[in-house]
Nanobody, 128 residues
Framework: QVQLAESGGGLVQAGASLMLSCAAS????????MGWFRQAPGKEREFVAS????????YYGDFVEGRFTISRDNAKNTVYLQMNSLKPADTAVYYC?????????????????????WGQGTLVTVSS
């Protein structure tokens, strides 16, 4: 059984940076797309970024505007999200997910409902 564990969230001021990590256990995920969604209080879940199994196909949500970078280390079974120039609007719980059976991550931006494996989330709070 695959389990995902996010870490790295916290309270920061606007303009600061954070790096989120998502470590997978239970199965090697090097053949599958991985990525991030977020959900702010009272809002719907929002696509943040996805990365293909090889790392050569990357997709970002429109709001990212060059501030975030997704990467992965297949040897460590881990995906990362480097977030720079954080804004109060980035405040949310950030969730990691994996697309078992899908290597590219190209469908994530449209919706994440088909994803079956999610982490428990890590809270990012950006103060103004």
């Amino acid at each position: 059984q695959v389990q995902l564990a996010e870490s790295g969230g916290g309270l920061v001021q606007a303009g600061a940076s954070l790096m989120l990590s998502c470590a997978a256990s239970g199965r090697t995920l090097s053949s599958y797309a991985m990525g991030w969604f977020r959900q702010a209080p009272g809002k719907e879940r929002e696509f943040v970024a996805s990365i293909s199994w090889s790392g050569d196909m990357i997709y970002y949500g429109d709001f990212v505007e060059g501030r975030f970078t997704i990467s992965r280390d297949n040897a460590k079974n881990t995906v990362y999200l480097q977030m720079n120039s954080l804004k109060p609007a980035d405040t949310a719980v950030y969730y990691c997910a994996v697309e078992l059976g899908g290597p590219y991550g190209s469908r994530w931006k449209a919706h994440g409902g088909f994803l079956e494996v999610w982490g428990q989330g890590t809270l990012v709070t950006v103060s103004s």
